[in-house]
T-cell receptor
Framework: ELKVEQNPLFLSMQEGKNYTIYCNYS?????LYWYRQDPGKSLESLFV?????AVKQEGRLMASLDTKARLSTLHITAAVHDLSATYFC???????????FGKGTKLTVNP | DTEVTQTPKHLVMGMTNKKSLKCEQH?????MYWYKQKAKKPPELMFV???????INESVPSRFSPECPNSSLLNLHLHALQPEDSALYLC?????????????FGQGTRLTVV
């Protein structure tokens, strides 16, 4: 069964700083996704990573996938307050439709 | 159009009530999902419908009853719920296994059981 582990679970950072959120998964997962969730809101898709070495960037966020290491990263560059949210990574289990989520990383960006 | 529409947005129901949550998508997606999310927790999968057939039931209590009337609609019928069932219920859809795109989520129904 696919297990998805994120760390850190809580991240408090200052505006302008850089940081990385890590997502490890336990078994082969051919696709890896990153979502953002604001308090009381639904999940917003950020990135779809489909193959080993995939790198996607949107604004101050960049996501990458290393299928050999079973690791995805979400890198934050020069954080701003608007990035404060909970970030989830998720993967499909073994070619099924079961989308499994990590526990989420609650990011707080302080002025 | 990448929209998944859920109604109602908020629902308060008593433990003896029967209510239904509704979800609709017009993206031609073949897989539809119900997730339950408690505060400060990740979404937990409840059910998956694939090509209008129930393909995954994550051992959900029978007081939750899913229904997929057609490829665009997904319902979740609720009966005799408990206060601990209060949560955000999220519907999602995707192109199905093997597809290259993500699952899209609706705005959720905030359910309170009193």
């Amino acid at each position: 069964e696919l297990k998805v582990e994120q760390n850190p679970l809580f991240l408090s950072m200052q505006e302008g700083k850089n940081y990385t959120i890590y997502c490890n998964y336990s078994t082969t997962s051919d696709r890896l996704y990153w979502y953002r969730q604001d308090p009381g809101k639904s999940l917003e898709s950020l990135f779809v990573l489909l193959s080993n070495g995939a790198v996607k960037q949107e604004g101050r966020l960049m996501a990458s996938l290393d299928t050999k290491a079973r690791l995805s990263t979400l890198h934050i560059t020069a954080a701003v307050h608007d990035l404060s949210a909970t970030y989830f990574c998720a993967g499909y289990q073994g070619g099924s439709e079961k989308l499994v989520f990590g526990k989420g990383t609650k990011l707080t960006v302080n002025p | 159009d990448t929209e998944v529409t859920q109604t109602p947005k908020h629902l308060v129901m008593g433990m003896t009530n029967k209510k239904s949550l509704k979800c609709e998508q017009h993206m031609g997606h073949r897989a539809m999902y119900w997730y339950k999310q408690k505060a400060k927790k990740p979404p937990e999968l409840m059910f998956v419908y694939s090509y209008e057939k129930l393909s995954i039931n994550e051992s959900v209590p029978s007081r939750f009853s899913p229904e997929c009337p057609n490829s665009s609609l997904l319902n979740l019928h609720l009966h005799a719920l408990q206060p601990e069932d209060s949560a955000l219920y999220l519907c999602a859809s995707s192109q199905g296994p093997g597809a290259d795109t993500e699952a899209f989520f609706g705005q959720g129904t905030r359910l309170t059981v009193v």
